[in-house]
Each structure stands twice: as structure tokens, then as C-alpha cells.
């Protein structure tokens, strides 16, 4: 079965991620001491295997750190911080002089899985309040090895058409960015529930339901 959203419904899970990530956002830049930038998220819906896929990819230059949604919703959530991001995030955060390696100490884990903390617990709680839905976080952890075998709770052997929020932020400074990829990835019921709370607002009317 495909699931499908009209442009409105995706306006306005954008408008929910983006204020949520605006929140979110104003932490990080404290604790960065740096400007940050968010893009419009994209929605996209993948099947599984272009899921997996797009994770190994990112897992390929970037260091994941994962926090699972839970409660009424079922999902979960994947930050990507690349080298330059560890080294800078080490010297501002830690006084730590690195290079650009993917290779961290306990220290700057724990760093990277506060800043997470901050970042998916924000996007999370906006979530809970605005679709009144009783859904938390757990606490981060790094998973390490092949992340995307970590995503099979959400792809089991039914067929499902799980959801991806690919959203991107930019830790910027004077002179570069540097893209800091969050993904949410929810499965297929999860996606039903917040398509029927979506559609259930009184300013979407008739107008806004799936073909």
C-alpha cells in the first residue's frame, strides 16, 4: 500500500520540524559559540533499502549518534557529525586540539551525544506538543559498526514505507559551513497516526486529503 501527503501536509510537517529545530538551534549555538543556520527540511518517503542505503552512506564520512523515539510513536532519530565538526566542536567545547578524524575519545563522545541530547530532545518535545502525542526520547547512545542494522526494529518483515525527515543544519563560521545532517525516521503505523492527526486540523479541510 503507498502512502501519499499533499503539498499542505508536508508544509506543515516542515513548519512543526523547523520550529521545533529553531529551538533547537539556539542551544547549539551557545554551546558551539557559533552561528547556526537551518535549511527547510525535506520529506522524503523511502522504501527500506533506500533507506539503509542513504544511511551507510552518510556512516561512510560522518560519526552517528542515535536516540530512539518512543511512547505512542515508534522511530527514531540520527545525527551525522562530520570530522570538521569534531575537531571544531572539540576545540571550542572541550579546549581539545584534534585533526579531522572520525576517530573520537570518550570525552568527545559524550560531547557529541549531549549535543545531541539537546538537538533531537527539542525536535521531539515539539513533536509531543503540537500533535499532543505522549512521545519521548531515550537518551542518545553511539552505536557504532553498521548504524543501519540498527534501524531493522523499523523495518520489520511486513512491508512498510517508513518516513525520513532528512533535515539539515549548517554550523557555520566566517569563512565555511559545514552540513550537520539529522534524519527522523519514523515506520509506516507511526506515519498513519500523524497523517490522521494532521488531517484532523480544521484549517486543512477537505482540500487537503490523499488521493
Do not use: W
Not at 545525527?79 to 570538521?84: A, H, L, P, R
Not at 518516513?163 to 554550523?171: D, E, G, M, N
Request: net charge negative; charged share 20%; proline share 3%.
Amino acid at each position: 500500500m503507498n502512502v501519499s501527503m499533499t503539498e499542505l501536509e508536508r508544509d506543515i510537517i516542515r513548519e512543526i520540524l523547523n520550529i521545533g529545530l529553531a529551538r533547537a538551534a539556539d542551544s547549539f549555538a551557545i554551546i558551539a559559540q557559533e552561528r547556526v543556520l537551518l535549511e527547510v527540511p525535506s520529506l522524503d518517503l523511502l522504501v527500506s533499502d533506500d533507506i539503509i542505503q542513504k544511511v551507510r552512506d552518510y556512516q561512510q564520512h560522518h560519526v552517528a549518534m542515535q536516540s530512539d523515539i518512543r511512547g505512542d510513536f515508534n522511530g527514531t532519530t540520527l545525527m551525522f557529525f562530520s570530522g570538521q565538526h569534531i575537531q571544531r566542536l572539540s576545540r571550542v567545547c572541550l579546549r581539545m586540539k584534534t585533526d579531522d578524524s572520525l576517530q573520537i575519545n570518550e570525552l568527545q563522545t559524550s560531547l557529541l551525544l549531549e549535543i545531541s541530547n539537546i538537538i533531537t530532545g527539542a525536535l521531539v518535545t515539539q513533536l509531543a506538543n503540537i500533535l499532543k502525542a505522549n512521545i519521548y526520547g531515550a537518551p542518545p547512545t553511539a552505536p557504532g559498526g553498521d548504524v543501519a542494522a540498527s534501524l531493522q526494529s523499523l523495518l520489520p518483515h511486513e512491508q512498510l514505507q517508513p518516513l525520513i525527515f532528512s533535515v539539515i543544519t549548517q554550523f557555520s563560521d566566517k569563512d565555511n559551513s559545514v552540513e550537520l545532517p539529522l534524519m527522523l525516521f519514523f515506520d509506516r503505523a507511526t506515519f498513519d497516526k500523524i497523517l490522521v492527526i494532521i488531517r484532523s486540523y480544521d484549517f486543512i479541510g477537505s482540500g487537503a486529503k490523499s488521493a
